[in-house]
């Protein structure tokens, strides 16, 4: 939360805005994110009117994905940039702006998870071939081994005949 108090009473014009943020297994544990390292939001917000603030934000950091050929992890630099709108009388769900503080926590995590890719796939990636109880089959090899080989080699000389 930041406190915005000074704003609310006019004692200032804008406040600068320098945090560094920390996200724990659990609150990316619903999403494709398997961590975040280094979250940094640097910016200001300025009132605009009675209830309404205007934020500039730049949220750097590192998001680590899961490469969609190798199940390996990929670091996916973010570099995002906000300029928005923020009203005290927003959504009643999920207000951003309660009494003199700004939920600063949840605007930066909605930004990282809107930039989450598809996939990645890493540079020097090769595919799985097998794992846990599986492995990958050449479809070649696949019909040469096949319970039903003999069947289609009768298949085959019936049409010969």
């Given at each position: 939360?930041?406190?915005?108090?000074?704003?609310?009473?006019?004692q200032?014009?804008?406040?600068?805005?320098?945090?560094?943020?920390?996200?724990?297994?659990?609150?990316?544990?619903?999403?494709?994110?398997?961590?975040?390292?280094?979250?940094?939001?640097?910016?200001?917000?300025?009132?605009?009117?009675e209830?309404?603030?205007?934020?500039?934000?730049?949220?750097?950091?590192?998001?680590?994905?899961?490469?969609?050929?190798?199940?390996?992890?990929?670091?996916?630099?973010l570099?995002?940039?906000?300029?928005?709108?923020?009203?005290?009388?927003?959504?009643?769900d999920?207000?951003?702006?309660?009494?003199?503080?700004?939920?600063l926590?949840?605007?930066?995590?909605?930004?990282?998870?809107?930039?989450?890719?598809?996939?990645?796939?890493?540079?020097?990636?090769?595919?799985?071939?097998?794992?846990?109880?599986?492995?990958l089959?050449?479809?070649?090899?696949?019909?040469e081994?096949s319970?039903?080989?003999?069947?289609?080699?009768?298949?085959?000389?019936?049409?010969?005949?």
């Amino acid at each position: 939360m930041f406190d915005i108090s000074a704003l609310k009473s006019s004692q200032v014009s804008s406040l600068n805005i320098d945090e560094d943020f920390s996200f724990s297994s659990d609150d990316v544990k619903d999403t494709d994110i398997v961590r975040l390292e280094n979250i940094h939001a640097s910016g200001k917000i300025e009132r605009i009117e009675e209830t309404t603030y205007k934020l500039d934000l730049n949220i750097k950091g590192n998001m680590v994905l899961l490469c969609a050929r190798s199940l390996e992890e990929v670091d996916y630099p973010l570099n995002i940039t906000i300029s928005e709108n923020i009203s005290e009388e927003t959504s009643e769900d999920l207000p951003l702006i309660t009494q003199n503080m700004l939920d600063l926590r949840s605007i930066v995590w909605e930004n990282i998870v809107l930039e989450v890719p598809l996939r990645v796939i890493k540079e020097d990636a090769s595919f799985i071939t097998e794992g846990d109880g599986w492995n990958l089959v050449d479809e070649y090899k696949s019909q040469e081994n096949s319970p039903f080989s003999e069947l289609s080699n009768l298949l085959d000389m019936e049409g010969k005949e």
